[in-house]
């Protein structure tokens, strides 16, 4: 893990110093997320198959939580494979 000092601009801009974006593979343009947890502000590089398997996935928690609201739920095969209790669970 690379550390290093930087500060913001008045413009509200922040420099990720060379060292950090080269352990990160950071390249010009790259996209973020910007988040503030707390205080701590955490950015995220953002690519389109990340960002799509994310949505996927929030989509499937959504789906869980309703089902659990409603009390449903999905019976499994101890004999099932990983894949088929996860194709299971998320149909």
């Not at 601009?9 to 910007?34: C, M, T, W, Y």
Request: neutral net charge; glycine residues 6%.
């Amino acid at each position: 893990m690379e550390v290093a000092l930087t500060k913001i601009s008045p413009n509200g801009q922040i420099v990720i110093p060379v060292e950090v974006r080269r352990d990160a593979r950071i390249k010009p343009h790259s996209k973020f997320l910007v988040f503030n947890k707390g205080g701590n502000i955490l950015l995220k590089p953002v690519d389109t198959t990340t960002l799509s398997n994310e949505m996927d996935l929030l989509v499937k928690i959504g789906k869980s939580e309703e089902q659990i609201k409603t009390g449903s739920f999905i019976k499994a095969d101890t004999k099932m494979s990983l894949e088929e209790i996860d194709d299971l669970l998320t149909s």
